[in-house]
């Protein structure tokens, strides 16, 4: 069983910056799939970005160009650059983790965006 803590979440302005981290109780260079998601009052939670064991970066349209996501295996830790915020952004965001078959979720972090 994974576990996952995600921080890094809070208030931003439009045009801001965060960076969410997400520490993992495995070896992230080990898990084939790990990513994010977000979900904002009202709807369905959305994927965002995901990584893979092999280091492939993708990105949901509404985020690229916008969002890094990356890997510090030293870390066992996934981080969400995210850039150029909008209050569209707004949402809980939350680390995913598919070592094989099984998803785990962590408990989620609070994005505010203010226009």
């Known amino acids: 069983q994974v576990q996952l803590v995600e921080s890094g979440g809070g208030l931003v302005q439009a045009g801001g910056s965060l960076r969410l981290s997400c520490k993992a109780s495995?070896?992230?260079?080990?898990?084939?799939?790990m990513g994010w998601y977000r979900q904002a009052p009202g709807k369905q939670r959305e994927w965002v970005a995901r990584?893979?064991?092999?280091?492939?970066?993708y990105y949901a349209d509404s985020v690229k160009g916008r969002f890094t996501i990356s890997r510090d295996n030293s870390q066992n830790t996934i981080y969400l650059q995210m850039n150029n915020l909008k209050p569209e952004d707004t949402a809980v965001y939350y680390c995913?983790?598919?070592?094989?078959?099984?998803?785990?979720w962590g408990q989620g972090t609070q994005v505010t965006v203010s226009s």
């Open positions: 995913s983790a598919r070592p094989l078959y099984t998803d785990y």
């Open positions: 495995e070896r992230v260079r080990d898990i084939n799939l």
């Open positions: 990584i893979t064991r092999g280091a492939d970066t």
